[in-house]
Every structure is written in C-alpha cells, then in structure tokens.
C-alpha cells in the first residue's frame, strides 16, 4: 500500500502548482483503478487547511469529505498520541526531518500495509533506507531504493 503525502493531494487539486500534471495523474489513477491508499488524519488537516486558506472554507470542507469517503483511502489515526508524538521528535532529532514531514513517515511506517512514500518533498530522502520513497516531479518520477 502506498502513503500519499499531502502535498501530491494538494498538487492534483491545484492546476497552478508545478507539479499539477503528475500529482494529478497519480491521484486519478488512485480513484479509478481504486489503489489501497493510507493518508493522516494530519495529512487531511493539511490539505484542508490550504485550500481553505487559497480558496475558501467551502471548497476546503467538501473537499476533505470527499477524501474520507473514499473506500480505498485508509486515514491513520495515531492510538496512543504521547507514544507517536515521541516517536515523531525522535524522527525529526535523529534525521534532521521536518515536524510535518516525519508525522507523514511515522503515520506511514506506523501501518504494517504501507511499503512506500508518494510525495513532491525531497526531504524524505533522509528515511530512504526505512522505506522505499517516490519523489514526483513534472519532469518524471524519481525511486529512492
């Protein structure tokens, strides 16, 4: 199973993003083909939370309830938040990762399904050798192994 970081979400809803073409791609053939798929709930808030801010809390709202209605897009909720919230500083300390970035690899390696990060970040090369890491680009897609 794949876990789809915000910003791949984000690009496909955004035509002006420079990546729309390909986040876009990826997120149709999510739908259409109905690919397993995991998001956090953070990754929600995230995507919410922009296009609220660049558009407006309307399209904001229905589109994150178009996303948990979706029957193939698992959201992870962490059980035990102290615990994940640890495991996440100790991520962001030992790898030098962003705090928003390792709540997505901590949220992604925390369900046993997942095998693989979609994202347009690059960040994510420092957890390459935990799981396997597709960087999307316009210009094609790049496989961290």
Same mark, same amino acid.
């Given at each position: 199973?794949?876990?789809?970081?915000?910003?791949?979400? /984000?690009?496909?809803?955004?035509?002006?993003?420079? !990546?729309?073409?390909?986040?876009?791609?990826?997120? =149709?053939?999510?739908?259409?083909?109905?690919?397993?798929?995991?998001?956090?709930?953070?990754?929600?808030?995230?995507?919410?939370?922009? #296009?609220?801010? !660049?558009?407006?809390?309307?399209?904001?709202?229905?589109?994150?309830?178009?996303?948990?209605?979706?029957?193939?897009?698992?959201?992870?909720?962490?059980?035990?938040?102290?615990?994940?919230?640890?495991?996440?500083?100790?991520?962001?300390?030992?790898?030098?990762?962003?705090?928003?970035?390792? /709540?997505?690899?901590?949220?992604?390696?925390?369900?046993?399904?997942? !095998?693989? #990060?979609?994202?347009?970040?690059?960040?994510?090369?420092?957890?390459? =050798?935990? /799981?396997?890491?597709? /960087?999307?680009?316009?210009?094609?897609?790049?496989?961290? =192994?």
């Amino acid at each position: 199973m794949r876990y789809i970081d915000s910003s791949v979400f /984000i690009g496909a809803f955004l035509p002006t993003d420079p !990546n729309h073409k390909v986040c876009r791609s990826v997120i =149709d053939t999510i739908i259409h083909d109905r690919h397993p798929t995991a998001i956090s709930v953070f990754g929600l808030a995230e995507i919410g939370d922009f #296009i609220t801010r !660049n558009i407006s809390e309307k399209v904001g709202l229905k589109h994150v309830t178009t996303l948990q209605r979706m029957e193939n897009l698992q959201i992870y909720y962490a059980e035990d938040f102290e615990t994940f919230m640890n495991s996440v500083l100790a991520v962001s300390v030992s790898t030098g990762l962003p705090g928003s970035d390792a /709540i997505h690899f901590v949220s992604a390696i925390s369900l046993p399904e997942v !095998n693989e #990060i979609i994202t347009l970040d690059h960040h994510f090369k420092r957890v390459e =050798d935990q /799981i396997k890491v597709t /960087i999307l680009s316009e210009g094609g897609v790049r496989n961290e =192994d």
